[in-house]
């Protein structure tokens, strides 16, 4: 229902950084806990990070190793996730999916981005 757009993906060496933002256009955005998940080719989409609505609350996969960030500017209806020390194995597709209360289950998002890639080379 709400409208998510993505940006910020691209190739970056191992070791590199990335900003990834998500854009809403709905009013209710700031209410919403915003949900990153990313998903490899023949791969299931698996949980990356969350943020609540009002931003105070964040919680993270175990393989994010304190590399990733995630905050949220309400007043810009957008959400971030800051990749850093990236390595290989986060080449992925990631989303972002807005969701009433904070959850690490995708099926509990209703509402998701296009998608952004984020490719790492070695």
């Known amino acids: 229902q709400v409208q998510l757009v993505e940006s910020g993906g691209g190739l970056v060496q191992a070791g590199g950084s990335l900003r990834l933002s998500c854009t809403s256009s709905?009013?209710?955005?700031?209410?919403?806990?915003v949900g990153w998940f990313r998903q490899a080719p023949g791969m299931e989409r698996e949980f990356v990070a969350v943020i609540s609505g009002s931003g105070g609350g964040t919680l993270y996969a175990d393989f994010v190793q304190g590399r990733f960030t995630v905050s949220r500017d309400r007043a810009k209806n957008t959400a971030y996730l800051q990749l850093q020390r990236l390595k290989p194995e986060d080449t992925a597709t990631y989303y972002c999916a807005a969701n009433p209360s904070m959850s690490i289950k995708s099926s509990d998002f209703a509402s998701w981005g296009q998608g952004t890639q984020v490719t790492v080379s070695s």
């Open positions: 709905g009013r209710a955005f700031g209410n919403l806990a």
